[in-house]
């Protein structure tokens, strides 16, 4: 197949969360399989810097309208790998930036104008550069916009573009709701202004049109799937969502071993596997040396790697400071974002400096040591559309402490409820029953031959990406 992917980050050119590892695991596994894949991505500075664009081909100028303005550009494109092609949608003023979203402390101003461009520019390389897609499958809001936007340019041209069209929902917390004023910039006919359209309290909403106009729409987990219908988790879009209800599926995410994987993780001071975990303990000291920790520290190490953002259930944990404080454990945690939860985080760290630890960083190496040399991962979160952390704790044999939510739900298995099966420790998103969780792990740590099995099982588990890949790949024939 032809398969065009769209999304705004992408590992290893541009990443905030798990979306750039999902969409860069699943384009190389498309590729591997023999489909053409070309993956479209916003030309932010880290992209365009990065080695391997450094040699791109410029393809085309472009010339995009919004509303009555015209925006010059060009797309570049660059292949890092057989059978996968990366094109950048590129504009300085828009995206030769240190952000990609915003300053640190709010969002950019002409995040509307940034995106439509970026989704317009996609149409016209499809249009121009004769691509002939089976496929154009659009990621989270900042690809929203494409479905509806390439059928109405099919229409005004009288071409086809695409076949079909797959909208995917990695986190509907985050929706491109922007002001009535910039419908205009999009060019669509009015009609669309609607609420059958891309209406939504007199806004518009970006990913209401990706729900409403792809010809499939997926999200990243089975449970995720179900919640997001519910006004508990569709955070004012479970109506729109529940009009797709016979179609929405949810396809776990997956696990890339050539990147996350203990037996060949370069990023670790060792390397390690289910049948040999001594590097495991190399692994711990060296994380334990990192954050000033006492190197003969016995009590479990638990660890957290996430955005900082009211989602992760950071809260909880800071609610359980004294557990983290007063008993004989260490917490180190690796995360940014909300300033707050960030600065309490500090405060602690610096109370504590002998039990917990926080990097405010962005940093791929730390993200890579504390899930090798943890002994637990901590991740309580409120809604979690699939979650990667989790996975990967598993993997690397550090038992995950998650809440029964989305993706958390679908990959973990509770070991107290289920002794032979289990392969984490699960409670309900607050801090009381994380906190009843906590004290289970403790019981599980010093119960050695427990622990052991708990860690065995989590590491025999597969979650490669293959399977992930070949649930899309089904799904995109059955949409063809
Ligand atoms: P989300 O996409 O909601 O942030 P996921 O669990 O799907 O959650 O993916 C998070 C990804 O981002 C993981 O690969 C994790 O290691 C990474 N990550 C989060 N915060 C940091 C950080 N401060 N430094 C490095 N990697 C991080
Ligand atoms: C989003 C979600 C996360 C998911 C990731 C990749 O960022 O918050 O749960 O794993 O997308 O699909």
Redesign the pocket.
């Known amino acids: 197949m032809k398969i065009v992917e769209v999304a705004s980050e992408l590992?290893p050119y541009v990443?905030?969360?798990?979306?750039?590892?999902?969409v860069g695991a699943l384009s190389v596994a498309l590729a591997d399989h023999g489909h053409e894949v070309s993956v479209f991505l916003p030309g932010y500075r880290a992209a365009a810097e990065h080695k391997d664009a450094l040699g791109a081909e410029r393809r085309l100028r472009l010339k995009i309208e919004l509303g009555d303005q015209f925006f010059t550009g060009d797309v570049r494109v660059f292949s890092p790998r057989k059978n996968l092609r990366i094109f950048l949608i590129c504009r300085e003023e828009f995206f030769d930036r240190r952000g990609l979203y915003g300053n640190g402390e709010r969002d950019y101003e002409d995040n509307a104008d940034r995106f439509i461009f970026f989704c317009k520019g996609v149409v016209e390389m499809l249009r121009l550069g004769e691509l002939q897609a089976d496929i154009v499958h659009c990621h989270d809001w900042q690809a929203a916009l494409l479905p509806v936007l390439l059928r109405e340019a099919e229409r005004r041209h009288g071409v086809t573009l695409a076949l079909k069209t797959i909208f995917t929902i990695?986190?509907i917390a985050y929706q491109g709701v922007l002001p009535r004023s910039v419908f205009a910039r999009t060019n669509l006919p009015d009609e669309l202004y609607h609420i059958d359209g891309l209406e939504y309290y007199a806004q518009i909403n970006l990913m209401k049109g990706g729900i409403l106009f792809a010809d499939r729409v997926t999200t990243?987990s089975p449970r995720y799937a179900q919640e997001i219908q519910t006004p508990e988790f569709g955070c004012g879009l479970d109506g729109v969502v529940q009009t797709r209800a016979e179609d929405i599926v949810g396809l776990l995410?997956g696990v890339d071993n050539s990147i996350?994987n203990p037996a060949v993780d370069a990023l670790l001071p060792a390397r390690y596997s289910a049948v040999n975990l001594a590097g495991k303990q190399v692994c711990r000291a060296e994380l334990l040396k990192r954050c000033g920790f006492a190197a003969e520290s016995k009590g479990p190490v638990f660890g957290i790697?996430?955005?900082l953002?009211e989602?992760?259930g950071i809260d909880f944990v800071l609610a359980n400071a004294d557990f983290f404080a007063g008993n004989d454990v260490r917490l180190a945690v690796?995360?940014?974002?909300d300033k707050r939860m960030e600065n309490e985080l500090r405060q602690l760290a610096e109370k504590y400096p002998e039990r917990i630890f926080l990097?405010?960083?962005?940093?791929?190496t730390?993200?890579?040591l504390i899930?090798a040399g943890s002994d637990f991962f901590v991740?309580p979160?409120v809604f979690?559309?699939?979650?990667?952390?989790?996975m990967?704790s598993q993997v690397y044999g550090t038992i995950p402490i998650v809440s029964r939510v989305g993706?958390l739900f679908d990959t973990v298995t509770d070991a107290d409820l289920n002794p032979a099966t289990g392969t984490g420790l699960m409670c309900d998103p607050n801090a009381a029953s994380l906190r009843d969780a906590l004290q289970r792990a403790l019981a599980l740590y010093a119960d050695k031959p427990r622990h052991a099995a708990v860690q065995q099982r989590g590491m025999a588990r597969d979650f490669s990406w293959q399977i992930a890949a070949k649930a899309y790949e089904r799904m995109y024939q059955e949409a063809l």
């Open positions: 590992f990443k905030t969360g798990g979306l750039a590892d999902a990695h986190n990243v995410n996350w790697v996430a955005r953002t989602q992760k690796l995360g940014s974002g990097s405010a960083k962005l940093d791929e730390m993200s890579h899930e991740m979160s979690e559309p699939c979650g990667l952390n989790q990967y993706g």
